[in-house]
């Protein structure tokens, strides 16, 4: 009788670690998760796709951008107020870790070699829209060497 004990301990024990590791994978694959809001943002922001880079792009124009004015201007339409720069955008909203990053969170890398000076948004599946100084704005893949290595940080800006 107290094997049978034993054993029924040992099942519900094993049962309770199969449920926590399922837990931990299904919140693992929600990296890529998607609201509303962030779908809206993300198709708004495919509509510029193919507009010229130019550095220092103004606030508000549509005719070109550089990283952060198509950043700020694509928040913007979609109601959140974003700084100007890459640098002060790294400071809005909330960190989030790299393996929880979310479609409509601002991805930041350093691509002078001294500090933050890209941004783009998490557009699921590990791609991110930005612009690209020599494509203008595109839809790029974030898993290559180049991103990785230069990858600095994400933040949460959209509720």
């Not at 199969?18 to 919140?27: D, E, P």
């Not at 070109?64 to 720069?85: E, H, I, M």
């Not at 933050?116 to 998490?122: A, D, L």
């Not at 791609?127 to 990858?151: A, E, F, I, P, Q």
Request: proline share 3%; charged share 15%.
């Amino acid at each position: 009788m107290h094997k049978l004990k034993f054993v029924k301990r040992v099942l519900v024990t094993a049962m309770c670690a199969t449920i926590t590791i399922t837990s931990f994978s299904i919140g693992a694959s929600n990296v890529d998760a998607a609201t509303p809001k962030s779908e809206a943002l993300i198709q708004s922001g495919q509509k510029y796709l193919g507009v010229p880079y130019r550095l220092g792009a103004p606030s508000g124009a549509t005719y070109a951008f550089d990283c952060s004015s198509f950043t700020q201007y694509l928040f913007k339409k979609n109601g959140v107020s974003l700084p100007r720069t890459s640098a002060a955008q790294a400071k809005a909203g909330t960190g989030v870790a790299k393996g929880y990053i979310s479609m409509g969170d601002l991805v930041f890398f350093n691509t002078n070699g001294r500090s933050i000076s890209h941004v783009g948004v998490y557009a699921g599946k590990n791609k991110m829209l930005h612009t690209s100084s020599s494509k203008g704005v595109v839809l790029s893949d974030m898993n290559t060497n180049y991103w990785n290595n230069r990858y600095v940080t994400a933040r949460r800006v959209l509720n």
